[in-house]
């Protein structure tokens, strides 16, 4: 079945540092991957998405590129904020069998940035 | 345009009781799907529906359930409550991509 590994947190960073959440997946098909964020005692924001090989998702200077040789969807930021502290998830979505339209989530990291 | 809705955002039941949790979708979205995130098991599928069929359903016993209504909300019942279900519940609604609710936090005691 598809799966979801995300890189093991909790990460903790100093304001302006780069930022890196990897994200490797396994998946039948061609599935769709995505980004979100959750803030304290909220629901999930997405962040960002890419839906084929190739294609790089953006946002508020977040990053990430759909991998299909390494099977991977990595987050970046190039210089991080107090206010990107939050856990992190990433997301697949297959494009058919029985595990089509939903969302398979990592486990999700979380970010704290410190001033 | 308003995002997706859930009602109530806290919900308190004790064991063997019923909780039904609502979910108003983004406009002209048809697709509502139901996620449990329990604490230290990450976000798990528990159903979607689509124009009021349910299309899948995640690895959860036939005590959830839920159904979809005509304007497309939908509602999540949990019969028979366990202590286990004690969880955020978040609806997301769907054209391609999911935009998710703010969650039902259910405890049970």
């Known amino acids: 079945g598809n799966s979801v590994t995300q890189m093991e947190g909790p990460v903790t960073l100093s304001e302006e540092a780069f930022l890196t959440i990897n994200c490797t997946y396994t998946a039948t098909g061609y599935p769709s991957l995505f980004w979100y964020v959750q803030y304290p005692g909220e629901g999930l924001q997405l962040l960002l998405k890419a839906t084929k090989a190739d294609d790089k998702g953006s946002n508020k200077g977040f990053e990430a590129t759909y991998r299909k040789e390494t099977t991977s969807f990595h987050l970046e930021k190039g210089s991080v904020q107090v206010s990107d502290s939050a856990v992190y998830f990433c997301?697949?979505?297959?494009?058919?069998?029985?595990?089509?339209?939903?969302?398979?989530f990592g486990q999700g990291t979380i970010l704290t940035v410190h001033p | 345009e308003a995002g997706v809705t859930q009602s109530p955002t806290h919900l308190i039941k004790t064991r063997g009781q019923q909780a039904t949790l609502r979910c108003s979708p983004i406009s002209g979205h048809t697709s509502v799907y139901w996620y449990q995130q329990a604490l230290g098991l990450g976000l798990q599928f528990l159903l979607w529906y689509d124009e009021g069929e349910e299309r899948n359903r995640g690895n959860f016993p036939p005590r959830f359930s839920g159904r979809q209504f005509p304007n497309y909300s939908s509602e999540l019942n949990v019969n028979a409550l366990e202590l286990e279900d004690s969880a955020l519940y978040l609806c997301?609604?769907?054209?391609?991509?999911?935009?998710f609710g703010p969650g039902t936090r259910l405890l049970v005691l």
């Open positions: 997301a609604s769907s054209h391609e991509t999911q935009y």
């Open positions: 997301a697949l979505r297959d494009a058919g069998g029985t595990s089509y339209g939903k969302l398979t």
